[in-house]
């Protein structure tokens, strides 16, 4: 009795043992990956305090941490986050709508149409955004659709191009293996085509939402009385530099945080597809 007491206690220590090496080896992970992180912060909070720079220019972090904490207790940043994550949303879902299908229609196989057409597409994606943003308040007027209206104009050609490479490289091999199978129609699109493209589509709807949200930053700082850019430029105008800075911080953020969601839903609706090999 007393020695299967003794291997049920070793076995319980083991597994604790065992739990915290798993912990101690995240910790240390977190730590080899963010190690660069901390020097930089640490760097940046004493540089200013010793006076190796100035302080009127460059803020430390715990100075930009307290005035972002004022910003968010006064509701001011959560104001201008809404009404930019707004403006990018919308400038991004219409660009999806229009990208995706038209993505499907030039890389389905019309090829007169996507002869015609496709000058045309490169020459109009060739075109810096900046430029046009002139044109688009001259036609929009310096609302809210002017800047809802670039957004959509900037996601517009990432989405459509990679969507039009993903079904151009869809394996003909996988649709004549369906055919034979029986799968026509609406089925083979949804099962098949879809499916192969899904990877390449996903690739563009990341890099627009991306591209959307910085340069809306950049439209906001242009014409516009409310959102993160707005707010950056209105620092800069009046010299708040502990605000110019947590501004910059969240904006930072904030696509970071985008980038994230999309590599998790990456991962999650895309699971399927096979992994290069690691070696």
Known sequence: MEIVLDKVTASGNEKKLNIFR????????????????????VLWEIAPRAGWVPETFITPPSLVLSTLWDLLI?????KHIETSMFRAVVGFILAAIVGVPLGFFLGGGFKLFE???TPVLRLLNAVNPFSLFPVFILLFGIGEISKVAMIFWVCLWPIMLNTTTGVKNVD?????????????????????????????????????CATAFFMLIAAEMIGASSGLGWLVFNAQTNYQIPKLFATTVTISILGLS??????????????????????
């Open 115 to 117: 002869r015609i057409v």
């Open 22 to 41: 798993k912990v101690l080896n995240r910790v240390l992970n977190i730590l080899h990956n963010g190690i660069s992180i901390i020097i930089f912060l």
């Open 172 to 208: 003909s091999l996988l649709i004549k293996s369906a055919r034979s199978m029986g799968v026509t129609g609406k089925e083979l699109f949804f099962k098949v085509v879809l499916l192969a493209a899904l990877p390449s589509i996903f690739h563009g709807l990341k890099t627009s």
């Open 258 to 279: 985008l980038n994230y969601l999309f590599t998790v839903l990456e991962g999650r609706l895309l699971s399927w597809q096979e992994r290069p090999a690691e070696y």
């Open 74 to 78: 006064t509701g001011v940043l959560t």
